[in-house]
């Protein structure tokens, strides 16, 4: 199905299908069997209410470190923005938090489940239990990632069917549901080439809300869209985070960070350099690094 789908849409980047397919079609996602985990750590401190973990994460691509022994906890319910610039490691940390990319050393829990392993063998994840794994974090990506030959509805349902393995019925029920809250109710019988950008980001979180996931990721959700789309994702956005949803999102809206957020992260290199609640980092960073980001020195 997804060679198919490939084939038969040239035009769309492979890397489109390739981030769909590694989060639904779990049978094609290339499998690293040796566990380079660290097991001495395993010890965890008891916090009860984070839904997130993050403990001495460190990822290198071509033996150059990306991320650099990040340690972050984020509770259940809150919105945590990573800032930082081009290239300091943020996609890749969130690409670890759902196993698209697989760590040298460190942990990711999910509650009290430990990402890409499995908790009995110590052993890294097989498919199955990965695709479950992965359906506890929903992530929306910068372009969207919509399947082209699937109308709006169908694009919403098409997990719910073949990973969740729900009757139609019942993924129609939900995909109505979740594309109603985002405000796409009226074009639900529409392809994803007829919908502006704002449209199909609106589209691609309703996926991803429909699989119920405990926390939603968004690498950069507006950064692809034309400047006056930016704002009804943002809104979308801002009511999921009243809502409760569990939130982290790697962007460079400032003003919508500063706002929405309980936490504000900022990497530099692939190193965690600060963490604050956004009155405090916005005005007064802890580090020189941020308030040169910010801009703050500026006369
Ligand atoms: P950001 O999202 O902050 O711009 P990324 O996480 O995308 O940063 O990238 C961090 C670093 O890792 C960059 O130097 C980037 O070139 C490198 N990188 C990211 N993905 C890969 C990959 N698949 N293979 C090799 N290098 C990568
Ligand atoms: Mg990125």
New binding site residues.
Partial sequence: MLKQSVETTPDIPLSTFKESAELHIVDTVEHQETPLIDTTQDAIEDDKDSIIKIINLSKQ??GIE?LRDINLNIQKGEVVSIL?S???????LLRCINWLEQPERGFIYVGDERIGVNAETNKPAKYKELAKMRQRVGMVFQSFNLWPHLTVKQNVMEALIHVKKWSKSEAESMAETQLEKVGMSHKLDSYPSMLSGGQKQRVAIARALAMEPEVLLFDEPTSALDPELVEEVLTVMQKLSKEGYTMVI?THEMDFARQVSDQVVF?EKGILIEKNPPEKFFTDPDSTRVRQFLKLDAS
Wanted: aromatic residues 8%; proline residues 0%; neutral net charge.
């Fill in positions: 691509f071509d990306v930082g081009s290239g300091s490691g943020k996609s890749t790697v990497l």
